[in-house]
């Protein structure tokens, strides 16, 4: 009988995670395990022959990790009372075969791939950035919430959201006073990240997600080497306005499975 086990100690369970790893498993973990502690009660292991399951339970779903033997399969999960997120980055020319996952009960449900800007190749156009003010926050995360889909946004909590606020990392687009559309960005050593940008329903086709973007590059330019962002395969427009801002992919996909 194959049981799920809570984790009791979060320095054995990183050790466990460097072997696997050195084992060369396969997995779709790339995160350093140290990151977990602080979320130790909300993962769960289930060890078996070949391999181990990790599941990271949060409010709406269960992110799934796995780590098994090359000439392992996958074995069935036991029930779930909330959906199960499986999300694997490879490289385009030799993507993830997820037959294997099908096979257990998962359904494909979005791929994303990620595009690259030189900093090198922009403009050096002068703009006037404008930011979104901190008593935005909830506003702002209320037009994530609608924006994005639930399961892999990785939408910021309210007090990270009033960090990035206050730190100038949220650029704003306003109408008559009224907030139309952000851009919400981090920093990766020297590479900047765009993590959400929302263009409200009223204010789209008027180029605003362009210029966003235009803001963003301008801000970051002198201090990063690249620019960097996740985009849907099936957001033709948003693959396009990149495209003519010079973007291009990197080689990474990163497929998402869903089991209900």
């Not at 602080?38 to 780590?67: A, M, N, R, T, V």
């Not at 694997?88 to 994303?112: M, T």
């Not at 008593?135 to 399961?151: D, K, N, V």
């Not at 409200?200 to 997600?209: A, D, F, V």
């Amino acid at each position: 009988m194959i049981t799920m086990e809570k984790i009791p100690d979060g320095i054995q369970w990183a050790d466990q995670i460097a072997q696997y790893l050195s084992k060369g498993m396969r997995t779709n973990f790339y995160a350093s395990a140290e990151e977990f502690l602080p979320e130790l009660e909300q993962i769960s292991k289930l060890e078996f022959d070949g391999g181990c399951y990790l599941f990271h339970e949060k409010e709406d779903q269960i992110d799934f990790y796995f780590f098994m033997e090359k000439e392992a399969s996958p074995i069935e999960i036991p029930e779930m009372d909330k959906p199960l997120v499986l999300e694997q980055v490879a490289l385009a020319k030799n993507p993830p075969d997820s037959g294997e996952w099908e096979a257990i009960g998962f359904e494909n449900y979005l791929q994303r791939k990620r595009l690259f800007l030189s900093a090198k190749k922009t403009e050096t156009e002068q703009r006037e950035v404008s930011f979104a003010k901190v008593e935005e926050a909830e506003e702002i995360l209320g037009m994530m919430e609608q924006a994005f889909e639930p399961y892999t946004s990785a939408l910021p909590d309210l007090e990270t959201l009033k960090k990035d606020l206050a730190e100038n990392r949220v650029i704003a687009v306003r109408e008559y006073e009224k907030l139309i559309g952000f851009l919400r960005f981090g920093r990766e050593k020297k590479v900047s990240v765009l993590w959400q940008i929302v263009v409200s329903p009223e204010g789209r086709g008027k180029g605003i997600g362009n210029s966003l973007v235009r803001d963003w590059v301008f801000l970051e330019r002198e201090e990063v080497a690249k620019f960097q962002l996740w985009v849907r395969e099936d957001n033709p427009p948003a693959l396009k306005m990149y495209e003519k801002l010079g973007f291009l992919p990197d080689g990474r996909i990163a497929p998402v499975l869903l089991k209900k």
